[in-house]
């Protein structure tokens, strides 16, 4: 098993390494090497700002493991802990800050210490459609009635789409956390 994910990994770095090779050739085509180089500095740039953010994240992700008991992640955010489960989920991923870089590590500490599919879907859900930390710049672009509106429409997709996830999957967690182990 270990060996089909180290393949799945080499897959995908090939396949990322095809893409940047051919944005490469083709950012040579329309600007010479000078836009190739234009890009490697952004991207390099981008890596370097990010980098504590990740850092912060991953550490995060790993102290939250650390932290948390199996059994008690299992009794509040299992497969077991029904709606509770479903709105401490839909709760923490609408307050918890930062974007992807800060939310997946902690996602991915949760699977591990026993969360439930579905406790986990809501939690992304919830982080991507009900996220706090985005309200005064949704107000101030887009107005009151636009913000409201859209989380009224809103508001019911994570905890059910957690429900849907749970029912769907819900007896495959282990085989996804042996997966997303090795």
Avoid: H
């Avoid at 180290?6 to 600007?31: E, P, T």
């Avoid at 953010?53 to 008991?69: C, I, M, P, S």
């Avoid at 991915?108 to 991507?128: D, E, Q």
């Amino acid at each position: 098993m270990a060996q089909n994910n180290k393949r799945k990994q080499n897959y995908i770095l090939y396949i990322l390494g095809l893409v940047i090779l051919g944005l490469a050739l083709l950012s040579w085509q329309k600007g010479g090497m000078s836009l190739v180089l234009q890009g490697l500095e952004g991207g390099g740039s981008l890596l370097i700002k990010e980098i504590p953010l990740l850092v912060a994240a991953f550490l995060t992700a790993g102290l939250l493991q650390a932290l948390l008991k199996k059994d008690s992640i299992e009794r509040w955010l299992g497969a077991e802990s029904g709606w509770r489960g479903l709105a401490l989920a839909c709760l923490g991923g609408a307050l918890i800050p930062g974007g992807p870089y800060a939310y997946y590590p902690i996602a991915g500490a949760l699977l591990n210490s026993g969360a439930g599919v579905g406790v986990l879907i809501a939690f992304l859900t919830a982080k991507n459609l009900w996220s706090v930390s985005r309200l005064p710049m949704e107000f101030a672009l887009l107005g009151t009635k636009i913000t409201i509106t859209r989380y009224l429409i809103t508001f019911l997709f994570p905890p059910l789409l957690g429900l849907v996830a749970e029912k769907l999957f819900g007896k495959s967690i282990e085989r996804i956390r042996e997966a997303v182990k090795q």
